[in-house]
């Protein structure tokens, strides 16, 4: 029985995430479905990340058994062809041992968050970026950030919701740059907690905009409460931009 390793790409707007959900259409079910179409095998896909309502990926990664051999070019076309019109696709096919598993292989993800910081109202980047019109100094919020980067208790900036077993998490990365009015955070881990980039830089922002001094921003992650931490920043700023294997 041949197992699948996937490259997916795809524009989160309009969809519940990448989790079947009965509330509407997600990432994983247009992919199920277009398997089935494919193939006439029933199969539930397993992904590296399970990714909110509205946030997009350019390297979210799924795997999948088939029972019968195709070629790797055959099913990334064929998905393809199944998933359209959904902005969903398939951009690598690989055929992988039995013991890969998207998930619980992966040893690092990749995200990226972008803000388009100007007065003007966003015309090409709506949806696709957060746009926040005060001034922020990106080089005070990735000073603040080198805080969050190591091993920590990230309970300040995890969602009510959240499935993990522990709030401990430990990101290699966190940084905050800036080209002309766009500001890009990247932020890497080998997992994340429900919503955690989000509140990261949801707090960042109000750094960033001068309501919070570096104290503040300590104070509230030390508080491990998310009621002391900021906003989450809106799912539409947000990628998953690659999975480490």
């Known amino acids: 029985m041949p197992r699948y390793k996937v490259t997916i790409e795809y524009d989160g707007t309009g969809l519940v995430g990448w989790q079947r959900q ?4 997600s990432v994983q079910q247009h992919i199920e479905e277009a398997i089935f179409k494919f193939t006439g095998e029933d199969v539930r896909i397993q992904g590296a990340g399970r990714t909110d309502a509205g946030v997009h990926a350019l390297g979210q990664v799924a795997s999948f058994d088939l029972t019968k051999d195709h070629s790797t070019r055959t099913v990334r076309n064929a998905i393809n062809q199944h998933t359209k019109p959904a902005k969903v ?4 096919a690989e055929l992988v041992d039995d013991e890969f598993n998207a998930r619980f292989s992966a040893t690092a993800r990749h995200y990226l968050y972008r803000i388009i910081n100007r ?7 709506r949806g696709y970026a957060w746009h926040v019109h005060q001034d922020l100094d990106h080089e005070l919020m990735h000073k603040v950030a080198q805080h969050l980067v190591g091993k920590h208790d990230f309970s300040t900036f995890r969602a009510a919701a959240c499935q993990s077993n522990s709030p401990v998490k430990t990101l290699s990365r966190l940084d905050v740059n800036r080209e002309d009015e766009e500001i890009q955070v990247r932020v890497s881990a080998p ?5 955690q980039v989000r509140a990261m830089v949801g ?4 750094v960033g905009m001068g309501q919070w001094s570096e104290q503040d921003f300590l104070d509230a992650k030390e508080a491990r409460d998310r009621q002391r931490g900021g906003p989450n920043a809106p799912p539409y ?9």
């Open 89 to 92: 696709a398939i951009v690598e």
């Open 191 to 195: 997992s994340f907690l429900h919503n």
């Open 119 to 125: 007065p003007a109202r966003l015309t090409l980047d």
């Open 22 to 25: 009965t509330n509407g259409p």
């Open 203 to 206: 707090s960042l922002s109000l």
């Open 237 to 245: 700023g947000l990628y998953l931009t690659d999975v480490d294997y």
